[in-house]
């Protein structure tokens, strides 16, 4: 039985230097082309993680929800253009209860631990919301998506799937007045 290994291990040399008769070599591959790898995000500070963390745990004991924190990324201010501030960032997704919506209960969270409300970073339809909250030097923009119906048939009936995004970074000057 000692012949077998030995035997395997000429096959596979033979394969891998291209010396196997049957099996013409492989051309040269072609050399990828450089690029510029884009620098990886930074981390946020770990007071702003902490509060992704109590985020995150808040919708974990949301039933129907897929939690899963996410990579950190930038944070863009609406009047200050360009963001450069690193975020933690949580995503649920799942489907609202009949009586229960996750959404509800993470904003009625924040506020009960004193978070103000930015109307900087507010908006509101039937499909979904963004709002923007603010504490001890931390903003946080919490967005919900959902499928809001179509008025226009009365007979569709509305998916119950929720998403639910968070990004939490240093608050900055524009996070708290609009700009120019």
């Not at 051309?27 to 963390?53: G, K, L, M, N, Q």
């Not at 919708?59 to 933690?88: I, Q, Y």
């Amino acid at each position: 039985m000692r012949v077998w290994p030995g035997a395997l291990g000429l096959a596979v040399g033979a394969v891998v230097c291209g010396c196997h008769r049957d099996v013409p070599p492989r051309p040269p591959a072609e050399e990828p082309a450089t690029t510029a790898a884009a620098p990886a995000p930074r981390a946020p500070p770990r007071e702003i993680d902490s509060v992704c963390a109590a985020v995150e745990g808040v919708l974990r004991h949301a039933p129907l929800l897929r939690v899963e924190r996410l990579p950190p990324a930038p944070l863009d201010s609406a009047a200050s253009g360009g963001g450069d501030r690193p975020s933690c960032r949580v995503a649920a997704y799942g489907r609202s209860g009949r009586d229960y919506t996750p959404l509800d209960s993470l904003l009625g969270w924040l506020r009960a631990q004193g978070w103000d409300d930015l109307t900087v970073f507010s908006a509101d339809g039937p499909d979904g919301t963004v709002q923007g909250h603010r504490r001890n030097g931390v903003t946080c923009i919490v967005e919900g998506r959902w499928d809001g119906g179509d008025d226009s048939d009365p007979a569709y009936v509305p998916s119950d799937t929720l998403e639910i995004r968070v990004a939490c970074a240093r608050t900055v000057p524009a996070d708290t007045a609009l700009g120019p």
